[in-house]
């Protein structure tokens, strides 16, 4: 799935943007918690990576997609069944590959994407901002988010310290050293309570 397909209905968190998928199902364990599920197969049976790298929620009941920001996704693969089986047991269901990253080495480019979500009746919203720059030889990208929800809010009312406030900076550089590729990447990640 390439980005446009992840975005096209307007997704609020990775697993939702997965549904796009055909056989993969979504099994939500909490207001932002949710686990993969393709071919039936789900928790320590679907194998989630993000860039290459397992993605470990250490709960003991398989990865929580949520953990990535959906706006920060570029592509995600999928290799439902048994074709997954070569990265171990708790690839038998299959593999979502979470992409993140993608070269800022090419034909000579900008690019300016500005995202915003709102939504009730917890006052959930949330905002984001990336700046990239492709060249042949040099490529930057800035990106930028906050996010805040007030409360839960159940049938009886709003939910006493249940809200949170985040933000999310990432800063990358790529460059071309006659040869070899230079990749440098700094993010920061705050999240409190409120």
């Known amino acids: ?93 299959g593999v979502v590959e979470l992409n993140t990253h993608h070269t800022l080495l090419g034909d000579r480019r900008a690019s300016l994407l500005l995202t915003g979500h709102s939504g009730g009746p917890g006052d959930e919203r949330s905002a984001m901002a990336r700046v990239r720059w492709v060249a042949p030889r040099f490529g930057a990208e800035l990106t930028g988010g906050l996010g805040a929800l007030g409360a839960l809010v159940t049938p009886d009312g709003r939910v006493p310290n249940s809200g949170y406030r985040e933000d999310d900076y990432a800063a990358r550089l790529q460059a071309w050293l006659g040869g070899s590729t230079l990749d440098l990447e700094r993010t920061r990640h705050a999240a409190r309570d409120i």
């Open 1 to 93: 799935l390439d980005r446009a397909n992840l975005v096209r209905f307007q997704p609020t968190t990775t697993a939702d943007a997965l549904l796009a998928a055909p056989g993969v199902d979504v099994s939500r364990t909490g207001p932002w918690a949710s686990r993969v599920s393709l071919r039936g197969l789900s928790g320590e049976r679907v194998l989630v990576l993000v860039d290459g790298v397992r993605l470990q929620s250490g709960r003991g009941h398989g990865a929580q997609t949520s953990l990535v920001s959906v706006d920060r996704l570029e592509s995600v693969e999928l290799m439902p069944g048994s074709g997954g089986a070569e990265f171990g047991s708790d690839a038998l269901g």
